[in-house]
Each structure stands twice: as structure tokens, then as C-alpha cells.
């Protein structure tokens, strides 16, 4: 149960209620009505913003709506007070039998507690990684596929039909100097001198691999092959290898894509041709010659007449090439068949995660889509900033294997998946991110992954230790919904089974805003709130979890403690990480 959502609903009832009896004028739009914690925990349980948003339609001065409406609430068995603050929020607090009875939706749901239906099981295509074929994935990808891979996972939790996507870059540039680069280290493979890998081409090591492997396959079948021939065999055969590795790389970060979608394909089977037809019938393509981009001088513009996409109808700062100069589509043409494709396979809800480097693409790309399906489908693009990898404060440049950046593998082998999992998200996606090993691994505060591990273990081992003094007795999460909660009555207690209340609307605004970061602030927190009831209890023997002698209050303070290690293991479920037993 989501209890700011049933008391918002709750309130829209009231004002029917008020509007029924004269007090206010009927069909008022309730649906900015919001009820919220509030800003200071001292200012009570929950807030509405009621009689600030309906007070204009209503013709009333805010605090006379408020002072209605908490009239009504004043009557309310589960409120205990009503307050009025400001020009007109009302603040209201609950009894305590209104949190503890979370505690048995927790124990009655398990980790699916939190689970939402707001999304009403509408399709949402999140598309994340995507990186250019041409090597293995490096750290900055791993944030990125973390990022969205923890969002498709929020998305379902709140109540979507989530499909994760992976689009193939694998035409253009970038894949012919693949082939070229992969032609050389064949030839080496083959027993040829190679010299110094000339530039333009990538120098990674990884291709020795994808060279040997194309030369124990194919033999020397390639070497007096003409270019026609051989370029085609080695784009084909390392764009093949390299995708099982990333395939790999993904799968060792427990990320299973639903779907991979070749841009070579797309543009072989008509695809770009199609799309940008239906934007020439709509008087969106026209021929025009640009201004010089900014920062340019004026002889070093040669002006050209092009093929230009309208997307500042759409909110662009400029109109937008759809072909280069010799004739062939610019990648922009091939993306906007790309989104037009994912609109036709039934999204209308489009995610994309790219690199901090694509911002500029941004406006064109939700403006493409904007135009392509007629105001049908919405773009959200979500940036991931830059990972810097430290050791001890000192950056961590490159791996031997790749030549220029640090694999994911090896961060993923150096610190564990989990780990991975964890850090990338303690950050929102905008902000760069340091990645420091040391940091990552040591067991402190200060490492949130071990503390939010520290808090699931430490509540697995109490309830192991109860089920040893209590022998016989029903320690499962059904068994403790009978337990007696209204023996909950510490301060601390009820600030811990508030913050678990709170989970089911995390995850709708977490959701809605796109930001799965908040989840492991979210979970920093209530292991904030756990680990300070644990050290009370070190400090005050009747605020442990065994109480010797009152077998009650023990029961009621494990149904706690279950319902703590669930709401955590909820949380990590979204994020892709396992709970841990106990800390080794």
C-alpha cells in the first residue's frame, strides 16, 4: 500500500465531499492535488498542497480551503493532528497503528512490496549501451548500461511492459575502419610483419584475437583477395566477435537484452528510404543551404545546397542535414529511420541512454521523433556523464588489452559485479562519477554498497540467532504478521518503519522522473535508519532485538527486522544487485 497515494485519494473525496455540500464549487480539477512527506520531518507525517492549487478555481482564500479540509481530516480516526502552515499546506500526522500495519503489507508481499500499477502496463522501449562494435565495452559503458538496465527494472516495478533494447552501430565509418584494422592483424596472424599499426586504425590488442581467429577459420584465403572481397569478410567477421564479447561483458553485469537492432539492416531494408518519404509528404524535407556553424570563419564555409530535415518546427536551434555530400545518408537520416522503427513496433514511450559526448544530438533526435510520429511518441534521452577509474586517488588510465581505456571486465573482475552495480548508481546519470577501487571495497559509511549490505546481513543474522532461542517458533514472514506491533513503540522503531512505508513512493517517483539513482539513496538511508536502531540497542539493552524473557515484544521487533531485510532486498532487486547473508 502506498499510503500517500491513498491518502491523496482519500482527500479528492473530501472535496467531493465539501463540493457536494456547497462548501466548494463542483467539477474543481483535483489532479494537481498532491500529498507528500514533508520538507521537515518536525512539520508532521504528510502534506497537501490541496488548498494551494484549488484555491483560485474555487474563488477562496487558501487557509479558508484548508481550514474545510482539515475539519474533515481532524475527524479522522487514523490522524491524530491537523496543522495549517504557511498559506495554506496542510500538514497532518498519523497513528502509529497506521505504520506498524505496513509492516504486514511488507511481510505479506515480500520483495514484490513497492510494486506499482501506475504504469498500467503500457510498452516503454529504454535503449542503452549501444556502443560502436569495434572493441570491448570500457567503464563509461558500464555506467550507462548500470543506468539503464536499473531503470528498465524500476520501470517494471512501477508497472510498465519494459523492453531492453540494444542498437548496432554497425554501418558507417567506424565499421569499415574495423575491417581494415582487422585485415592487418590477419595478415599478422598469417605470419606478416605489420610494423607500426598506421593511424586511423585502432591499435587495441583485442584484435590479434579477432586477426587469429579470422586466419584459423578462413586460412590465407583473404590475402590476394580484392578489397571488394576481403573488406566486407573481416567487417562481417569482427563485428561478429565483438558482439559476443560485449554480449559477454553484459552478462557478467547480469544485463540480458531483450532485443539487438542492426542500423545495417535497417538501412538495407528500406528503412531510412521509408521514413524519410513520410517526412517529405509532410513538408518536412526541403533543399537549403545552412549557416556556417558556430565558431567557423567564413573561408573556411564552403556553402552547399543539401538535403535538410525541418527540425526547428520542432525545437531545434537549426534545421538538420539528412545527406552528405556524395549522396549516401548521414547517421541522423539512419537514427530517424531507427526511431521510426521502434514507434512502428508499437513504443510510443522511447528511452534513450547515451554517452555525456551525444548531448548535442539531443533536440534533433527528440525533435525527429517528435515529427516522424506525428506527436505520437515521446523521446526522453538521458545523458551518463564520465566514470573516472582511481586507485587510492591516483586515475587508473588503461588496460595493455584495450590500448587506450579500462575495460568493464576489468573493473567487473577487479571489485565484483555488484559492486559495479551498486556504485554507478550513487550518483544521478548528469554527474560525473568517481570510481575509486580502494573507496569501493573498503568496509565503512563511506562506502554505501557495504553499508546498505551491512544493514541486509546484520538483519539475516539476528532473525538466524532468534530462530536458535526460539526453537519451534514460526520465524517466516507469514508467521510474524501475528505478531503484536503495537509493542513498537520507540522513537527510533517507528522513524525505521516510516522510512519502509515510504518505498512504494519511491519507486512511482523514481519512476516517473526517469531516476533510478534514487533508489540507492533511498536504501542508504533506511540502513541509516537501521543501523542507528542497532547501535541504540547496543547502548540500551531493552531496544534490542531479543528481549529475554518478553517474548512479545521480541516477535514484534523481528517482524521489523524481516520486513527491513525485504525492503532492502526490494530495493537491490531494482538495481540488479544480490543480497548478501552475512559480510565476509
Same mark, same amino acid.
Given at each position: 500500500m502506498n499510503i500517500f497515494k491513498a491518502f491523496e485519494n482519500d482527500i479528492r473525496k473530501i472535496l467531493e465531499e465539501l463540493a457536494a455540500e456547497g462548501a466548494l464549487p463542483a467539477g474543481l480539477d483535483t489532479s494537481r492535488v498532491t500529498v507528500e512527506p514533508p520538507r521537515e520531518a518536525a512539520h508532521g507525517d504528510l502534506s497537501t498542497n490541496a488548498a494551494m492549487v484549488l484555491a483560485k478555481p474555487a474563488g477562496q482564500p487558501p487557509r479558508k480551503l484548508?481550514?474545510?479540509?482539515? %475539519?474533515?481530516?481532524?475527524?479522522? %480516526?487514523?490522524?491524530?493532528?491537523?496543522? =495549517? %502552515? #504557511?498559506?495554506?499546506?496542510?500538514? @497532518?500526522?498519523?497513528?502509529?497503528?497506521?505504520?506498524?500495519?505496513?509492516?504486514?503489507? =511488507?511481510?505479506?508481499? +515480500?520483495?514484490?512490496?513497492?510494486?506499482?500499477?501506475i504504469g498500467k502496463d503500457a510498452p516503454v522501449n529504454v535503449e542503452y549501451v549501444s556502443a560502436n562494435p569495434t572493441g570491448p565495452l570500457h567503464a563509461a559503458h558500464g555506467r550507462g548500461a548500470v543506468f539503464g538496465d536499473a531503470l528498465a527494472a524500476l520501470l517494471e516495478k512501477a508497472g510498465h511492459k519494459v523492453t531492453r533494447e540494444y542498437y548496432i552501430n554497425d554501418a558507417?565509418?567506424? &565499421?569499415?575502419?574495423?575491417?581494415?584494422?582487422?585485415?592487418?592483424?590477419?595478415? /599478422?596472424?598469417?605470419?606478416?610483419?605489420? +610494423?607500426?599499426?598506421?593511424?586511423?586504425?585502432y591499435p587495441g590488442e583485442y584484435l590479434k584475437d579477432v586477426g587469429q581467429e579470422l586466419a584459423q577459420r578462413d586460412g590465407n584465403k583473404w590475402l590476394q583477395a580484392p578489397e571488394n572481397e576481403w573488406l566486407p569478410a573481416c567487417r562481417d567477421f569482427a563485428i561478429a566477435r565483438i558482439m559476443e564479447w560485449i554480449r559477454d561483458d553484459l552478462g557478467a553485469l547480469n544485463i540480458r537484452m531483450d532485443a539487438y537492432t542492426?542500423?545495417?539492416?535497417?538501412?538495407?531494408?528500406?528503412? $531510412?528510404?521509408?521514413?524519410?518519404?513520410? @517526412?517529405?509528404?509532410?513538408?518536412? =524535407?526541403?533543399?537549403?543551404?545552412?549557416?556556417?556553424?558556430? #565558431?567557423?570563419?567564413?573561408?573556411?564555409?564552403?556553402?552547399?545546397?543539401?538535403?535538410?530535415?525541418?527540425?526547428?518546427? !520542432? +525545437?531545434?536551434?537549426?534545421?538538420?542535414?539528412?545527406?552528405?555530400?556524395d549522396g549516401s545518408f548521414t547517421y541522423f537520416s539512419n537514427d530517424i529511420a531507427y526511431h521510426h522503427d521502434k514507434y512502428v513496433r508499437g513504443f510510443a514511450n522511447l528511452i534513450d541512454v547515451w554517452g555525456a559526448d551525444h548531448g548535442g544530438y539531443v533536440k534533433r533526435?527528440?525533435? %525527429?521523433?517528435?515529427?516522424?510520429?506525428? +506527436?505520437?511518441?515521446?523521446?526522453?534521452?538521458?545523458?551518463?556523464?564520465?566514470?573516472?577509474?582511481?586507485?587510492?586517488?591516483?586515475?587508473?588510465?588503461?588496460?595493455?588489452?584495450a590500448g587506450t581505456f579500462v575495460t568493464l571486465r576489468d573493473v567487473i573482475e577487479t571489485v565484483g559485479r555488484d559492486v559495479v552495480r551498486f556504485i554507478m548508481l550513487t550518483r544521478r546519470n548528469d554527474q560525473t562519477l568517481e570510481?575509486?577501487?580502494?573507496?569501493?571495497?573498503?568496509?565503512?559509511?563511506?562506502?554505501?554498497?557495504?553499508?546498505?549490505?551491512?544493514?541486509?546481513?546484520?538483519?539475516?543474522?539476528?532473525?538466524?540467532?532468534?530462530?536458535?532461542?526460539l526453537p519451534g517458533k514460526d520465524l517466516t514472514a507469514d508467521g510474524l504478521t501475528a505478531a503484536n506491533l503495537s509493542r513498537l513503540d520507540d522513537e527510533a522503531e517507528?522513524? @525505521?518503519?516510516?522510512?519502509?512505508?515510504?518505498?512504494?513512493?519511491?519507486?512511482?517517483?523514481?519512476? /516517473?522522473?526517469?531516476?533510478?539513482?534514487?533508489?540507492? !539513496?533511498?536504501?542508504?538511508?533506511?540502513?541509516?535508519?537501521?543501523?542507528?536502531?542497532?547501535n541504540k540497542g547496543r547502548d540500551d539493552a531493552s531496544l534490542r532485538f531479543l528481549i529475554e524473557g518478553d517474548e512479545e515484544l521480541t516477535l514484534a521487533r523481528l517482524a521489523m527486522v524481516q520486513a527491513t531485510a525485504t525492503v532492502i532486498a526490494s530495493g537491490l532487486? $531494482?538495481?540488479? $544487485?544480490?543480497? &548478501?547473508?552475512e559480510m565476509r
Open positions: 484548508a481550514e474545510a479540509l482539515a %475539519a474533515k481530516l481532524k475527524a479522522r %480516526a487514523d490522524v491524530t493532528s491537523v496543522e =495549517i %502552515a #504557511g498559506p495554506g499546506f496542510v500538514n @497532518l500526522r498519523l497513528s502509529p497503528a497506521v505504520w506498524r500495519d505496513r509492516l504486514k503489507d =511488507i511481510l505479506a508481499a +515480500g520483495t514484490a512490496y513497492g510494486q506499482s500499477d558507417g565509418a567506424q &565499421v569499415e575502419v574495423l575491417a581494415r584494422s582487422t585485415y592487418l592483424r590477419y595478415r /599478422e596472424a598469417l605470419g606478416e610483419d605489420i +610494423g607500426e599499426i598506421p593511424a586511423g586504425l542492426s542500423e545495417r539492416a535497417l538501412v538495407q531494408s528500406g528503412a $531510412v528510404d521509408t521514413a524519410l518519404k513520410a @517526412l517529405e509528404d509532410r513538408g518536412l =524535407i526541403y533543399v537549403g543551404v545552412l549557416e556556417p556553424p558556430k #565558431g567557423k570563419k567564413p573561408d573556411d564555409w564552403e556553402p552547399r545546397p543539401q538535403t535538410l530535415f525541418k527540425s526547428t518546427d !520542432f +525545437g531545434d536551434d537549426v534545421d538538420r542535414p539528412l545527406k552528405k555530400s533526435m527528440q525533435a %525527429a521523433t517528435s515529427a516522424i510520429t506525428g +506527436g505520437e511518441a515521446a523521446l526522453d534521452v538521458k545523458l551518463c556523464q564520465l566514470v573516472h577509474l582511481m586507485q587510492n586517488g591516483q586515475p587508473v588510465k588503461m588496460s595493455k588489452r570510481f575509486d577501487y580502494a573507496k569501493v571495497t573498503e568496509q565503512s559509511k563511506d562506502n554505501p554498497v557495504f553499508y546498505v549490505q551491512y544493514a541486509h546481513a546484520r538483519c539475516r543474522s539476528v532473525l538466524r540467532h532468534a530462530a536458535e532461542a517507528l522513524a @525505521l518503519v516510516k522510512r519502509m512505508a515510504t518505498w512504494p513512493r519511491l519507486v512511482e517517483s523514481a519512476a /516517473e522522473a526517469h531516476e533510478p539513482h534514487r533508489v540507492a !539513496f533511498y536504501l542508504y538511508d533506511l540502513a541509516s535508519d537501521f543501523h542507528a536502531l542497532w532487486q $531494482v538495481m540488479g $544487485v544480490e543480497p &548478501v547473508e
